[in-house]
């Protein structure tokens, strides 16, 4: 029997801590000057629930995210005025996130270089 390397999703933990990430990320995000205005008057228990759907996707979990591309699901923001500067501070606060759950900073690695795998789409580039 051959034996497969875990996942990201599997080696961050699964299911519950992908949910108490999303959940610390989002106060983070919330509470942030340089990004919470993009949230306003967004439903945040739709976001972080499509949210953990597709970090649990992109992680290598079970693929239950039935949401818009990037693109299509950030075009509002970037007419908003979402540019780099706004995508970095939430990769930050991402890391912020993973390191207050001791999450290994190789790990944290491989989620930035996730999130970094989306910019130009998120940024409609």
């Given at each position: 029997?051959?034996?497969?390397?875990?996942?990201?999703?599997?080696?961050?933990?699964?299911?519950?801590?992908?949910e108490?990430?999303?959940?610390?990320?989002?106060?983070?995000?919330?509470?942030?000057?340089?990004?919470?205005?993009?949230?306003?008057?967004?439903?945040?228990?739709?976001?972080?629930?499509?949210?953990?759907?597709?970090l649990?996707?992109?992680?290598?979990g079970?693929?239950?995210?039935?949401?818009?591309?990037?693109?299509?699901?950030?075009?509002?923001?970037?007419a908003?005025?979402?540019?780099?500067?706004?995508v970095?501070?939430?990769?930050?606060?991402?890391?912020e996130?993973?390191?207050?759950l001791?999450v290994?900073?190789?790990?944290?690695?491989?989620?930035?270089?996730?999130?970094e795998?989306?910019?130009n789409?998120?940024?409609?580039?």
């Open positions: 029997m051959q034996s497969t390397a875990p996942t990201l999703f599997e080696k961050l933990g699964g299911q519950a801590a992908v108490l990430a999303v959940d610390n990320f989002y106060r983070k995000v919330l509470s942030d000057d340089r990004v919470s205005r993009f949230f306003d008057g967004v439903d945040m228990d739709r976001q972080r629930a499509k949210q953990k759907a597709f649990t996707m992109a992680f290598g079970p693929h239950n995210y039935s949401g818009k591309d990037m693109r299509q699901g950030h075009s509002h923001l970037v908003m005025g979402l540019n780099d500067s706004h970095d501070a939430v990769i930050e606060l991402l890391g996130t993973l390191r207050e001791s290994s900073e190789d790990l944290i690695e491989e989620v930035a270089a996730i999130a795998s989306t910019r789409d998120v940024l409609s580039r």
